[in-house]
């Protein structure tokens, strides 16, 4: 990872991330007790996944076995998910020409966009309802749609 992931520190500076695959670290005691060793009770160290965050305050250096890094990023990924999925203080308003792919539209069913094909001045949009039914309508390029969220670009 580099410093444009968007990760910042308390006062809004990038923070550089580095992860390492296989580094074999010496065992040692944690307070849940020794450092993971192979299955067979072999005292070779398990692999671990290394993460090193370099704010400039300071140098982070965590590491973890790669059940722990899944578990992590499980748990990045839910956050980010919710993080996405909430609602946002207002709706906000954009021509049926610029709806993209996982907008959500305001109202009481939850609509998302499964796709938007612009053919000439009108657009088809293909919504996907929270039921997973799709049905797909027609608007003219300009109608204005309320979203009640909107992915980042590029998503």
Request: proline letters at 10%.
């Amino acid at each position: 990872m580099s410093s444009g992931t968007g990760i910042t520190d308390a006062d809004g500076r990038p923070v550089p991330i580095t992860v390492t695959v296989d580094e074999h670290l010496p065992a040692t005691a944690t307070a849940g007790g020794p450092a993971p060793t192979a299955p067979d009770g072999d005292p070779t160290p398990a692999p671990r996944i290394g993460i090193r965050l370099t704010p400039p305050a300071g140098e982070l250096v965590w590491s973890c076995t790669p059940e722990a890094a899944r578990e992590l990023a499980a748990e990045l990924l839910r956050a980010a998910e919710e993080a996405e999925n909430a609602p946002t203080g207002r709706p906000v308003e954009v021509e049926a020409g610029e709806l993209r792919r996982g907008d959500v539209r305001d109202g009481d069913r939850a609509m998302t966009v499964e796709s938007a094909r612009i053919d000439g001045s009108t657009v088809h949009v293909t919504w996907k309802s929270g039921a997973g039914r799709s049905w797909t309508q027609v608007y003219a390029a300009d109608t204005a749609i309320t979203l009640k969220r909107r992915l980042p670009e590029g998503r």
